[in-house]
T-cell receptor, first 110, second 114 residues
């Protein structure tokens, strides 16, 4: 059974710092992995989707990597800004549905 | 604009009442999903539908019902049998199943039982 873990649960950084969010999964036979952002009281916004054949995807200041052999994905945020403050979730398919991590709540201080 | 529309955004219900949450998408996606989000519990799948007129129970389907009569619509009914319905409900869709494509979410509906 696929399990997804995100550590840490919360992270606070000063503005301008580069940072890495982690996502671990137990079954390496995955089709893809998706990173989302959720602002308080809002729905989830898709950030990046990495197919199993890819090692990374980039969008602006965001870079997501995938290492199936170690069961890990990272989301790198460059030059963080207060507007990046949100909860970040990773998710991947398992048993015909998407399985989510618990998320990392990021706070970027001005 | 293409996207997923959930309504209402906020809903209050008295105990014992059924309530229906609307989810409409104009992305021409085959698959649609309902998730429930509670503080500290993450997202849990209630129901999903891969195609019109077909749907499957997720992890926490008890006390909920759905229908999929049209490709673009997947309403969720929270029945009086749901013991703890106060939560944030999220609807999502994908082109095909989650194995093949990106999932997109609506803005959510917050249900409060008084």
């Amino acid at each position: 059974k696929q399990e997804v873990t995100q550590i840490p649960a919360a992270l606070s950084v000063p503005e301008g710092e580069n940072l890495v969010l982690n996502c671990s999964f137990t079954d390496s036979a995955i089709y893809n992995l998706q990173w989302f952002r959720q602002d308080p009281g809002k729905g989830l916004t898709s950030l990046l989707l990495i197919q199993s054949s890819q090692r990374e995807q980039t969008s602006g200041r965001l870079n997501a990597s995938l290492d199936k052999s170690s069961g890990r994905s990272t989301l790198y945020i460059a030059a963080s800004q207060p507007g990046d403050s949100a909860t970040y979730l990773c998710a991947l398919p398992g048993g015909g549905k998407l399985i989510f991590g618990q998320g990392t709540e990021l706070s970027v201080k001005p | 604009d293409g996207g997923i529309t959930q309504s209402p955004k906020y809903l209050f219900r008295k105990e014992g009442q059924n309530v229906t949450l609307s989810c409409e998408q104009n992305l021409n996606h085959d698959a649609m999903y309902w998730y429930r989000q509670d503080p500290g519990q993450g997202l849990r799948l209630i129901y999903y539908s891969q195609i019109v007129n077909d749907f499957q129970k997720g992890d926490i389907a008890e006390g909920y019902s759905v229908s999929r009569e049209k490709k673009e619509s997947f309403p969720l009914t929270v029945t009086s049998a749901q013991k703890n319905p106060t939560a944030f409900y999220l609807c999502a869709s994908s082109l095909q199943g989650p194995n093949t494509g990106e999932l997109f979410f609506g803005e959510g509906s917050r249900l409060t039982v008084l």
